[in-house]
């Protein structure tokens, strides 16, 4: 029910760019359909553009770059609705461009419809892009059937304020495309279940969740789940599915939606392209002979602590294998596995990879332990042992209306250039940090992070703006610094 359509495929996300030249428009589209009960059949068009696709023009000392949106839905030659608007896109910080998406809704009678779609940089001397297709709206009123599958990049429950992503009870991002990479560890997914009030004589129906596997020699029965609900007229279902071990290859997650009987009433799939370049097995160490090296590099009273520090470097998938042997509580089998582990990671030299790790988590051990948490427990130490030290870092120990926090800013994480995490105390005390948001995908993302940070003295708002009420005063320069990276 829902087609992802690339006009024109860019990959990059944020990048460095001039104000003067023209360049081709890039943008992605898709498509999805709901219902609401109250309201009838509409069709939710996602726009997704690539910021530096765009011309960047200053006025009044911002910086930023504006579009013109004409979208016309169309039945024999009537128009059934049209819409034109002009999209700014946000402003331009330090030469840093971010990409931006657009999300609108319309109400639309089943049936068959054109769809014209232009999109005009209004800076820009090039022509329009646009795209004209055929669209079938279905009439998702009366049976028992699922939304559009929309894969989500995040995904965040009960927003306080209502927003373009705002879906039934959460804020849903949504994942361009259909490819995941090794770096991706989660398959996130939104969707819903209509008229189960209506169709069902039961009171309760189940929500089967499986993988299906395109020529794939995988056994892939461990993903299958079943989540229970009672009938109503709309029902969110908001998942995440590891897919961590999940092996090269391509799927499809198929929602089936079964009566007491087991029979399927509804279904929905979602295809999806998986990269998975990380071997896919368990750590086979059981049998490994240790070597003096390793032997002498861990003291027999800590083998535990060093074992449990590879987690922040470790796939969810060998996490759960690792919490396992932790509960053994054996020393020689720990140290196996840790030979193991660093033999995996770099068979030509583990031992000095290993010991170049080792410092690392003493290090983090130093700067960010707790009278709770050891150093690789805490989110900075997490961060550090994971992505490396960042490139910079700003620290506010004190501010008269923030919590303590530190802005950390990588300059690359892999493919993803110019990464940012903002840690904050709210108890106030030495090293209690806690990572509040990042713009680097898998990690939390909290766009009303400037609200939490300055909650320590706002009032709790409910307002119609990121900040939620996080208004500029005296000492409050966590904005500036965030974006001047």
Wanted: aromatic share 14%; glycine share 4%; proline share 4%.
């Amino acid at each position: 029910m829902k087609n992802y359509i690339i006009l024109l495929i860019s990959t990059i996300f944020l990048a460095f760019v001039g104000f003067g030249q023209d360049k081709n428009l890039k943008v992605f589209l898709s498509e999805g359909q709901f219902y609401a009960p109250d309201a009838g059949n509409y069709i939710e068009i996602q726009l997704n553009f690539v910021g530096h696709s765009l011309k960047y023009i200053e006025r009044e000392g911002e910086q930023f770059a504006e579009v013109e949106v004409s979208q016309v839905f169309s039945k024999n030659d009537t128009v059934i609705v049209a819409d034109k608007y002009l999209l700014k896109s946000p402003l331009v910080i330090d030469s840093l461009v971010e990409d931006f998406h657009d999300i609108q809704k319309y109400l639309l009678k089943p049936g068959e419809y054109r769809y014209d779609l232009s999109i005009k940089d209004v800076n820009s001397e090039k022509e329009p892009t646009s795209v004209t297709k055929s669209i079938e709206i279905d009439d998702l009123s009366k049976d028992v059937i699922f939304s559009s599958f929309t894969a989500a990049e995040s995904m965040v429950a009960n927003p306080k304020m209502q927003s373009i992503f705002t879906k039934v009870g959460y804020d849903v991002i949504p994942m361009i495309g259909n490819y995941y990479p090794t770096e991706i560890q989660n398959l996130l997914y939104y969707s819903e279940v209509y008229n189960t009030d209506k169709a069902l004589n039961d009171s309760v129906y189940i929500v089967e969740q499986k993988l299906i596997g395109r020529n794939v020699n995988f056994d892939l029965d461990k993903y299958t789940r079943y989540f229970r609900y009672t009938t109503s007229p709309i029902r969110p279902i908001a998942k995440v599915i590891d897919i961590s071990m999940l092996p090269t290859g391509s799927y499809a997650v198929e929602l089936n939606l079964l009566n007491r009987e087991k029979k399927v009433l509804a279904r929905s799939t979602f295809d999806f392209d998986r990269n998975n370049t990380d071997e896919v097995n368990s750590i086979a160490f059981e049998s490994v002979v240790v070597d003096p090296a390793f032997e002498a590099s861990i003291p027999n009273d800590s083998t535990g602590y060093y074992v449990a520090s590879l987690i922040p470097i470790s796939r969810q998938g060998e996490v759960k294998n690792l919490i396992a042997l932790l509960k053994e509580k054996d020393s020689v089998q720990n140290k196996k596995y840790l030979q193991a582990f660093w033999k995996q990671t770099n068979p030509e030299n583990p031992f000095e990879s290993w010991m170049r790790y080792k410092a690392q988590v003493q290090k983090v051990e130093k700067l960010f332990a707790t009278n709770y948490q050891v150093g690789f427990e805490t989110d900075r130490g997490r961060v550090y042992l994971e992505y490396g030290a960042p490139n910079n870092v700003y620290e506010q120990p004190s501010s008269p209306s923030e919590y303590p926090y530190e802005i950390w800013q990588y300059d690359q994480i892999k493919q993803f250039s110019n990464r940012r995490f903002i840690f904050y105390s709210k108890t106030n005390l030495n090293k209690d940090y806690t990572l509040l948001h990042s713009d680097m995908l898998g990690e939390l993302q909290n766009y009303r992070w400037k609200y939490a940070l300055n909650k320590r003295n706002s009032p709790d708002q409910n307002l119609d703006d990121p900040d939620g009420g996080a208004n500029e005063h005296f000492g409050g320069n966590s904005s500036r610094y965030y974006n001047s990276y």
